[in-house]
């Protein structure tokens, strides 16, 4: 007969759940009405983070916000290299938190962190 598995709980398990806001208008808020979606470890059970929910209200603001931002910033006037470089730093910054990003990723999704 099999050995049964002990499966050891992650150290996030421990730990307070992580909170995010949205991001709208360069400015991190909470959903106006104050709903939370609460992720979940399925392998484990404890929760692992919690996510402001953006309603419709939320989702205006940011279009708003969004199609301002082009229209009256430097975006769409800045040469490609120069936009280029803004998303390679992106890149980079994704890159330094890689780790932490895919941890994240599969505590939330229950899937192996190889994949």
């Known amino acids: 007969m099999n050995a049964p598995l002990k499966i050891s709980m992650p150290a996030e398990a421990s730990a307070a759940p992580k909170t995010y806001k949205l991001l709208i208008d360069g400015k991190h808020v909470g959903a106006r009405d104050g709903r939370v979606l609460e992720r979940r470890s ?7 983070s919690h996510y402001a929910q953006a309603g419709e209200a939320e989702v205006e603001t940011a279009v708003t916000a969004a199609h301002r931002a082009f229209e009256a910033g430097p975006w769409p006037r800045m040469k490609a290299s120069e936009r280029a470089a803004i998303l390679l730093k992106a890149a ?6 890689l780790e932490e990003i895919a941890r994240l990723d599969a505590l939330e999704s229950g899937k192996p962190i190889a994949q």
Request: net charge negative; no cysteine.
């Open 42 to 48: 399925p392998g484990h059970g404890f929760t692992v």
């Open 92 to 97: 980079d910054l994704i890159e330094v938190r």
